[in-house]
């Protein structure tokens, strides 16, 4: 006989280290399979092929996932050059080789042609969707989709290592950047092709890698000790401005009422707290310079 396994209210932003291989999304259902946890979302969708920096957000935290996703991130890139694929990576079909007459310096150079806002058209072996159906549904069968170049942003590019017909490179970018197609495009401009063939996220939304855990040693860990692993709700959204609310304002704000805050406050998303220094949840100054509740933690709200 099979027991239905029972969800639980788990709450907090677990930094998970994602494996080789696994998508974004069964890496998701692992860790939430692992908490019980009712609700758990990611933030940021990580290849198959790349490793690293995946936060989780379990319960309440997943009302603020999407200022994770949107947030800055830093790779590790490590780029062959050379060598150019049908899908950008080493997961391809290789679909021309060339001789690679490169210096250090030249491709220093050319890294740094990249560095501020760029116009990059998204590849086909991409999830974005059409129609409903990723693109990489569309590429598989042989069918090219038109698609729309797009702005984004490429804040720095350090050269850590090159070897010839290897480069490793650490890159700072905005959400929606693809470091597959940034490898393509390097390897065009030296005009002798590459594609990627390690990526490895390190950084996003001021979490780091360095408090990653992995899958496998989540589960050498006893329940509460994968819970006591979980970093608060409010860490998702540490780069907004903190106003503290009098225990009035408090009681009013939880009602879904705006309230009126002394001093000077950002025109901003807030990270609203109460005296104890309880987060509440979100909120934004409103043209008559009252707080207004924007998205409340339902734990809070309930005691």
Not at 50 to 64: D, N, Q, R, V, W
Not at 133 to 148: F, H, M, N, T, W
Not at 188 to 214: D, F, M, N, V
């Amino acid at each position: 006989m099979q027991f239905k396994r029972i969800k639980r209210n788990v709450n907090g932003v677990l930094l998970l280290d994602k494996p080789l291989g696994f998508s974004s999304n069964q890496a998701l259902q692992k860790v939430k399979w692992l908490f019980s946890a009712a609700k758990a979302g990611h933030t940021g969708t990580l290849d198959p092929l790349a490793t690293g920096l995946l936060p989780i957000c379990l319960g309440e935290a997943t009302k603020f996932a999407q200022y994770v996703t949107d947030a800055d991130k830093t790779y590790f890139a490590t780029i062959k050059l050379g060598v150019t694929t049908n899908t950008g990576d080493a997961e391809g079909e290789v679909l021309v080789t060339s001789p690679v007459n490169v210096t250090q310096s030249q491709f220093a150079q050319v890294c740094q042609q990249f560095v501020g806002e760029i116009s990059q058209m998204p590849p086909m072996y991409s999830a974005l969707k059409h129609q409903g159906k990723p693109l990489y549904e569309y590429a598989r069968s042989g069918v090219d989709i038109g698609r729309q170049s797009r702005l984004i942003s490429i804040k720095n590019i350090v050269l850590n290592n090159f070897l010839g017909d290897v480069a490793q490179i650490t890159v700072t970018c905005s959400k929606g950047t693809y470091i597959r197609t940034l490898a393509e495009d390097i390897g065009a401009k030296l005009g002798c092709g590459a594609h990627l063939i390690g990526l490895r996220r390190t950084e996003t939304a001021g979490y780091l890698l360095s408090q990653a855990i992995t899958i496998e040693q989540l589960e050498t860990l006893s329940v509460e000790a994968r819970e006591a692993l979980l970093l608060p709700v409010d860490s998702a959204i540490e780069s907004l401005p903190k106003v503290i609310l009098n225990a009035d304002a408090a009681y009013f704000l939880l009602q879904g009422q705006a309230v009126w805050m002394a001093g000077k406050i950002p025109h901003s998303d807030l990270r609203l707290y109460d005296e104890n220094n309880q987060f509440l949840g979100l909120g934004f100054l409103q043209d008559d310079g009252k707080i207004a509740p924007k998205r409340l933690i339902q734990k809070i709200q309930s005691n």
